[in-house]
């Protein structure tokens, strides 16, 4: 449908993939080019195939995914804008792709978001990543859920955040960000299979809030670099609670 202009595009199919998707870092999916009105999804969706609407021309309010698995580069265009893009509780994985040595996610990379709203309790990503799954992409604000029990590794990893606060409140953290709160919730630290934690590595932030009571790094060790590694932090204050 490369270069099609399509006023509503209903996706209903359960499970798919695309042909010959195997060893390629970005692909020209069946959309590529295609400038959609409206795209819909259907209720028995399982699984957004890799590339499966790469390159596609939209520009939509909202658009909500419950599916279980998004395939790498499932939703990559520069093209692709969305006011509100919502990450459904059912989704269990944001499933990769290894070229050489070098996994890359893609998922919505390039694309424009006004707000991501993060629902799944314990979607995790591994502990390898060279392209996460919101690279250069846009972003102006993200919210979690209350069920959020991981914010996954590389989940915003060279994403492109709008400057502003956030406080991050669920038990285990692994990703990058401007201005921020630890809420007393954070129980641990998530870290690479090479003893990297780096959640909040190489930013210049303004004020870090650091409430969580007794987070600890999930592997600790002599080798391991923390969450703020190379961080630039104007303002640094712990709270009283925490141990």
């Not at 359960?14 to 069946?30: F, H, I, S, W």
């Not at 591994?126 to 996954?152: H, L, M, W």
Request: glycine share 10%; proline share 3%; hydrophobic share 40%.
């Amino acid at each position: 449908f490369s270069e099609a202009t399509v006023g509503e595009l209903y996706f209903e199919v359960a499970n798919t993939t695309l042909d010959k998707v195997t060893d390629e870092a970005y692909c020209y999916g069946p959309f590529s080019g295609c400038n959609v009105g409206k795209l819909i999804l259907g209720e028995l969706v399982e699984t957004i195939p890799p590339f499966c609407f790469s390159g596609i021309v939209l520009n939509q309010s909202e658009l909500a995914l419950h599916v279980k698995d998004v395939g790498c580069g499932a939703f990559q265009s520069s093209k692709l804008e969305l006011g509100t893009l919502t990450i459904g509780e059912e989704v269990e994985n944001f499933s990769s792709m290894k070229v050489g040595v070098l996994y890359y996610f893609y998922q919505f990379s390039t694309a424009k978001i006004g707000t991501l709203n993060w629902l799944p309790a314990n979607l995790t990503t591994g502990d390898e990543c060279y392209r996460g799954a919101f690279y250069n992409t846009t972003i102006s604000n993200i919210v979690f859920g209350d069920k959020v029990q991981v914010v996954p590794n590389y989940l915003l990893f060279e994403a492109i955040m709008a400057a502003g606060d956030y406080e991050i409140n669920v038990p285990t953290i692994g990703i990058r960000f401007d201005s921020l709160t630890i809420g007393e919730n954070v129980t641990s630290f998530l870290t690479d299979k090479d003893g990297y934690s780096n959640a909040f590595s190489k930013n210049v932030i303004t004020k870090v809030y650091y409430n969580a009571v007794n987070a600890q790094m999930n592997q600790p060790y002599a080798g391991i670099f923390g969450p703020f590694d190379d961080a630039v932090i104007t303002d640094f204050h712990v709270g009283e609670q925490v141990e």
